[in-house]
């Protein structure tokens, strides 16, 4: 993305404008089965493109950042997708940051053809960051980095996810000593020191703020991190607060269904996400004066 005199801005300097505007609460718009027919809307296309109507007007001025994940819109075909297009240009056109949560992930040109899907300017889903997931290497996604770098958006690689069903792969050991979310880790400061050096680089990472058995170095791989779980998934306030100790201007911490709850009243929507907002804000930005990062 660029700015008025043609310079590219990263996603690091967008979200740090946001953080210092609104805070760093990134809202899932997650519309599940459940959450259409609770707001009275119905599990169909056209209650998705109202569910869409609805959070794009209470997120505007509310938060900085959004993150539909792709499959509740994927699941009503061409019409979620096209819902899933046109909340993604509002919310930019808004003002919002729009995290994809659609973990994708392949080699060669299938990724060149997801970096065309959802990153840069001509993107027909034009996303601001990407969660992507790394089983197939890190190397492999070249031109997903690439492309990421260029257009000024950030990739957020799952490392350590929110599920504990994750662990038995990601608290592996690749040799003695170091896990694969730790040597994840270690490839994303290299990525980020290659393509900004000295600088918060476009590739971050996916951690979940949760009490895992060890702890992990999230200051020195130089990215921007999306914590998510907050609240249905178990995670507070105070866990994105201690895990992130060492670096509270670089976590953009994630609730979805503890706010989608307070739907569909559009004050009442924005009376709750307000609230959340209002207590990262004071929580992590309190903290952040003296961060390292």
Known sequence: MRDDSGVIQTFADRFLAVRERVGPLVWGLDPSAEILCEWGLGDNPD???RFVDIVVDVATDTVGLVKPQS??????GWRGIRSLTRLCADARSAGLLVILDAKRGDVGSTNEAYAEAYLGKDAPIEADALTVHPYLGLAAMGSLFRRA???GSCLLVVTRSSNHEGRGVQAAETRPGVTVEVDLLCQI???NAELAPGRIGPVGAVIGPREWE???DL???HGIYL???VGAQGATVDDVV?????????VMPSASRLLLSHGPDPEALRDGVSWLADEFRSRLMATGTDSEC
Not at 71 to 76: C, P, Q, S, V, W
């Open 227 to 229: 914590a998510p779980g």
């Open 214 to 216: 060890t702890p992990l």
């Open 189 to 191: 400061g290299q990525l």
């Open 47 to 49: 209650g998705l493109d």
């Open 71 to 76: 499959a509740f819109y994927e699941r009503h």
């Open 242 to 250: 201690r895990v992130f100790a060492a670096c509270p201007d670089r």
């Open 149 to 151: 770098h260029e257009a």
């Open 219 to 221: 200051v020195s791989p």
